[in-house]
């Protein structure tokens, strides 16, 4: 963040030649330099490149209000949020407006009285571009007072009267005036309070019951909506509907890699003295393929949707679940196993809602999709042909064991028992990997071949032992 202008006064102000735009225009024109310039709009938003933001970038130059259409967990905050990076950064305002008076153009009473007063002497404020967004959570108990205003009756208490302007405290939308206001769910905002933001939306004014006022504000509109509230929680008016300019509509990654990038971008990292985290992309893929089978399951609830954010908490249990095991065996390198992922049914079950007339058989359907991620990413890594070398190694009555209980140091010496897992190791993490990511690797190829129905496997607690079939 640069230091704010030195400028405090109007007549400053004019002097440096500082130029007032509406707040779409500001975005309008920041956009067009950015793209001019090849910059991306939004770098932390991934796996829209092609669908959602050009639809976006589009609304943008136009200068139109958008409303976003999507399940839960599709980013539809975070895109809205990101848009105050298109405002400039430092922005005058009337010193002590509660509506972030324009200098040049004041429409609350205290900015029109303030600058016919004191004329060039005006003092000046400088807000910075996070401030000029305001955001609101709709819910049915939301009021025209929230979002637009009310008398103030400890202003009308000092002695002001009811018909002064001076005894209104302004809502959320006014305090909003030239930035960014958003509404989340916006179904979920009754009908009649929806019908309060009407006239934000056309004629760019708000009026509040009792008062002679019109505020002309300057504002940019932006809401967020789950096609599923329409039916469910309640619905948009046609008339609000109709007044937004654009209506995008948000998806979940298409394709695993993305959704592996947003989760590594989004999930926390876990530091801790003395320990070194490392994922490797087969592992992260499970979990990413975790939640496309997901999407796709006759037995999971497609209307509430699987969030990414059931990747992004997937990806941190199975960090955590292997971070507890290296600690407990006395290793400082953390790389997660396939015996890792049975510590994803807690983090999964409260992300997605399974549709079962069985009782008891949630976890059996969160421990097959488990294993069906797996497979699939077994075999986008392998062809079973391949690795027939393995399985004839296992013909000779060879016994493996694996599991939390087993220290990565067994599996490196294994792999010197077992030569003809050294390929399918060194495919997978390289021919110089620490012993904890051989471990991993091993794990992974032994659970691929059984689940290929190519070895056999036991399994007794954290223990488990595969043999020829």
Request: aromatic share 4%; hydrophobic share 40%.
């Amino acid at each position: 963040m640069s230091d704010q202008p030195a400028i405090t006064t109007l007549g400053q102000l004019r002097a440096s030649g500082w130029v007032s735009l509406p707040v779409k225009e500001e975005i309008r024109r920041n956009a067009v330099l950015r793209i001019r310039a090849g910059e991306v709009l939004f770098p932390r938003v991934l796996g829209y490149e092609d669908t959602v933001l050009p639809q976006l970038e589009n609304a943008l130059l136009a200068g139109h209000d958008v409303i976003f259409l999507g399940e839960r967990g599709q980013a539809k905050t975070r895109m809205i949020r990101s848009l105050t990076g298109l405002l400039d950064e430092w922005m005058p305002i009337v010193a002590g407006s509660e509506i972030n008076d324009d200098p040049y153009a004041p429409v609350s009473r205290h900015g029109r009285d303030l600058v016919a007063e004191q004329g060039d002497d005006t003092p000046i404020e400088w807000v910075h571009r996070d401030a000029r967004f305001g955001e609101k959570l709709a819910t049915p108990d939301t009021s025209i007072a929230d979002l637009i205003g009310e008398v103030d009756p400890i202003k009308v208490a000092e002695g002001r009267y009811l018909s002064d302007e001076l005894t209104l405290h302004y809502g959320l939308v006014p305090r909003t005036n030239r930035g960014l206001f958003a509404i989340n769910e916006l179904p979920d905002l009754a009908e009649r309070i929806q019908v309060g933001l009407l006239n934000v939306l056309e004629e760019r004014d708000v009026q509040v019951r009792g008062y002679k006022i019109r505020l002309p504000l300057d504002l940019m509109l932006f809401a967020s909506a789950n096609p599923e509230d329409y039916t469910n929680r309640g619905r948009i008016i046609t008339p609000l509907k109709d007044r937004f300019g654009a209506q995008i509509r948000t998806h979940y990654p298409l394709e695993v890699d993305i959704e592996v990038d947003i989760a590594r971008q989004e999930a926390t990292p876990l530091v801790a003295e003395g320990v070194s985290v490392e994922v490797p992309t087969y592992m992260a893929e499970i979990v990413a393929t975790l939640s496309h089978l997901a999407r796709q399951s006759p037995h999971i609830n497609q209307r509430s949707g699987v969030s990414v954010r059931l990747t992004v908490s997937n990806l941190e249990t199975l960090v955590a679940n292997a971070t507890r095991r290296s600690l407990l065996h006395g290793e400082s390198d953390v790389v997660p196993r396939v015996s890792d992922l049975e510590a994803l049914a807690s983090s999964t079950a409260g992300k997605v809602e399974i549709e079962s007339l069985e009782e008891g058989r949630d976890e059996q359907i969160v421990e097959h999709l488990l294993r069906s991620a797996v497979l699939s990413v077994f075999k986008d890594h392998f062809a079973i042909e391949n690795l027939r070398d393995v399985l004839d190694a296992f013909d000779d009555q060879a016994v493996v064991s694996a599991g939390d209980d087993v220290v990565s140091a067994d599996y490196v010496r294994l792999l010197a028992a077992m030569p003809a897992l050294q390929q399918p190791v060194s495919q997978l993490v390289g021919d110089s990997a620490s012993p904890a990511l051989v471990a991993s690797a091993v794990e992974f190829v032994l659970e691929g071949l059984h689940l290929s129905k190519r070895l056999n496997k036991e399994a007794a607690g954290a223990r488990a032992q595969y043999r020829s079939r």
